[in-house]
């Protein structure tokens, strides 16, 4: 856990750990697998299903365009890392959208 918050903290200082314990417990399993748990920008694919899976079903964001324009603002943030971790993307991707307290 406390990898995942480092890795948060690098992009919002302010993370809350209690959010992040969130997600980790949201993704489970998908984070034993090194692939499961990170995000390709380049894969149209896999950004997709990131806006499928977690900006639709659980942030409950419906609008594509809107989702799209997250995600790619996400990928922007952290474009400087080659391992986009799963856990982070995901936190930025709800804070971009303004639902961290959603969560």
Same mark, same amino acid.
């Given at each position: 856990?406390?990898?995942?918050? /480092?890795?948060? @903290?690098?992009?919002?200082?302010?993370?809350?750990?209690?959010?992040?314990?969130?997600?980790? /417990?949201?993704?489970?399993?998908?984070?034993?697998? @090194?692939? #499961?748990?990170?995000? #390709?920008?380049?894969?149209?694919?896999?950004?997709?299903?990131?806006?499928? #899976?977690?900006?639709?079903?659980?942030?409950?964001?419906?609008?594509?365009? /809107? $989702?799209?324009?997250?995600?790619?603002?996400?990928?922007?943030?952290?474009?400087?890392? @080659? #391992?986009?971790? @799963?856990?982070?993307?995901?936190?930025?991707? $709800?804070?971009?959208?303004?639902?961290?307290?959603?969560?």
């Amino acid at each position: 856990m406390s990898d995942y918050l /480092k890795d948060v @903290r690098h992009y919002d200082a302010g993370a809350d750990e209690a959010t992040v314990a969130k997600i980790v /417990k949201h993704l489970g399993i998908a984070l034993r697998n @090194r692939d #499961s748990s990170l995000v #390709s920008c380049s894969d149209p694919e896999e950004l997709g299903r990131v806006r499928t #899976s977690w900006v639709g079903k659980k942030l409950g964001v419906t609008d594509a365009a /809107k $989702a799209d324009a997250a995600i790619q603002a996400v990928c922007a943030i952290m474009k400087d890392d @080659r #391992s986009k971790g @799963r856990v982070t993307f995901y936190y930025l991707t $709800a804070k971009e959208l303004g639902l961290l307290g959603s969560l």
